[in-house]
């Protein structure tokens, strides 16, 4: 349910040096391979993820994080709802503004 919501959001911020990714986190690596030709992505997707996933705390799926510049979590959120890609949305464009301020 959530793949066209974050395909937007990589559509939206492209250029903007923000980098969507796609992570399996449950299944064994094949059966993520043969999801994502069944149904591609419009952003990179990450096998092999659980590492990743556990590092970051994601404790529910489909699960997102966003990462500042500096490499601090700014949002974490689990679930996808009516709201979902409004609140990673507005969080995006508040880290993409800090990045576009000058240093100092």
């Known amino acids: 349910l959530a793949m066209p919501g974050i395909a ?42 659980g590492a990743v996933s556990r590092q970051y705390r994601i404790l529910g799926l489909p699960g997102f994080v966003v990462i500042d510049a500096e490499g601090k979590v700014a949002l974490r959120m689990s679930g996808w709802g009516s709201d979902s890609q409004q609140r990673i949305t507005e969080k995006l464009d508040a880290v993409v503004k800090a990045m576009a301020k000058p240093a100092g």
């Not at 911020?13 to 986190?25: A, E």
């Not at 999801?35 to 952003?43: D, N």
């Open 8 to 49: 937007q959001l990589q559509e939206s911020y492209k250029g903007k040096g923000v980098v969507v990714l796609g992570m399996n986190v449950e299944d064994e690596v094949q059966i993520a391979r043969d999801f994502v030709r069944q149904k591609p992505a419009k952003y990179p997707q990450l096998a092999e993820a």
